[in-house]
């Protein structure tokens, strides 16, 4: 039992060390992606697409609460979401025989993401026009944060831009910003207001703060808490190969390989990093065939399905976004499975 803590802990480790080098990474690219990704026109689905493949938490939360205030497609959602990558490929990059695997993953979800992306966006007309419209005239803009599982920061607007009180944009989460004449925010008070935010914000001692939080404590942290989901799931797994036999389980799996695109949607449905890590695991032993890993895969968002659904007020459309990912992902499962007759990929 002593080596399967052991094991378990130098596994870890290696994962630790591959997540981390991303993460660092992508905390040094988050403040391109913040001023310059804009999920808008016909090109959100490709931006969002391409974005979520990046190993982070964020972005399918970004886009669920985007989602929420009607800034972006439901078509645009369900894309993010096929897509998001989460902790793959940073589990397979740690393992040096497996690492190519991940390139057919993260390219078939790339794909069907656009895929999915565009299709309900064609299908879905009137939802499309909709968030148009509200997008148009809509005062808000958004930042997009990728390392900060919290939804999309506001950026705050002086704009005299008149706003629209429609029953589109009444719909919306930020509808109350909507209603807000463009004389009050011109007010005296409310300039002096802004005005010293703004200085306060860049105070010095605040961004110094802000910089050892984002390119520091945050990445590290985020390490760390991903290194835990790893190492608790790994002396899980090497526990139980410890007691039972891996040759017993692979074969255990492999006897029900008709089933596993849906245990392992299933799977990909827990609101949490760890679904990614289990699915990744569970291929690189063996255990799972590519098509079930990939339907798996894309119907892990993370911890975005939490976040959407706190909008109780919406939870019938939202419920549907729910079924329609598992829908679409148990259709990928199976169909990829057939397709490469249940096995792994053979490189």
């Not at 794909?111 to 565009?118: Q, T």
């Not at 008709?258 to 289990?278: E, K």
């Amino acid at each position: 039992m002593a080596e399967v803590l052991l094991d378990s802990f130098i596994d870890s480790l290696k994962i630790l060390a591959v997540v981390a080098a991303f993460t660092f990474i992508i905390a040094f690219l988050e403040p391109f992606f913040e001023n310059k990704v804009k999920l808008k026109g016909k090109l959100a689905p490709l931006i969002g697409v391409s974005v979520s493949l990046l190993p982070q938490c964020g972005f399918s939360v970004v886009a669920a609460d985007l989602y929420q205030k009607r800034h972006i497609t439901v078509g645009t959602l369900i894309g993010v979401f096929i897509a998001t990558s989460d902790e793959a490929l940073p589990v397979f990059l740690s393992y040096p025989d497996k690492a190519l695997h991940v390139l057919p993953l993260l390219g078939f979800k790339f794909v069907l993401g656009l895929f999915f992306g565009y299709l309900i966006d064609f299908i879905f007309v009137k939802s499309r026009k909709a968030v148009s419209h509200h997008v148009e005239h809509c005062n808000e803009q958004y930042q997009i944060k990728l390392m900060h599982c919290e939804g999309a920061e506001r950026i705050e607007s002086t704009s005299e831009k008149c706003d629209c009180s429609c029953e589109e944009c009444a719909q919306s989460e930020c509808a109350h910003l909507h209603h807000i004449h463009h004389s009050e925010i011109n007010g005296n008070n409310q300039k002096t207001g802004i005005l010293n935010e703004y200085k306060s914000r860049f105070d010095s001692s605040k961004k110094k703060a802000e910089k050892i939080k984002r390119y520091l404590w945050a990445p590290l942290s985020h390490s760390l808490e991903i290194f835990i989901y790893v190492f608790v799931i790994n002396i899980i797994f090497g526990t139980i190969i410890y007691y039972v036999g891996q040759d017993k389980i692979i074969d255990f799996l492999l006897q029900n390989k008709y089933i596993a695109p849906l245990v392992s949607v299933v799977i990909g449905a827990i609101p949490n990093c760890a679904s990614s890590i289990i699915l990744s695991e569970l291929y690189i032993m063996g255990g799972l065939g590519f098509g079930a890993a990939l339907g798996g895969l894309c119907m892990n968002a993370g911890i975005a399905f939490m976040v959407l659904f706190k909008d109780i007020k919406h939870i019938k459309r939202n419920i549907l976004v729910f079924l329609s990912m598992l829908a679409i992902s148990l259709f990928i499962g199976y169909i990829f499975s057939l397709a490469f007759s249940f096995d792994t990929l053979s490189f």
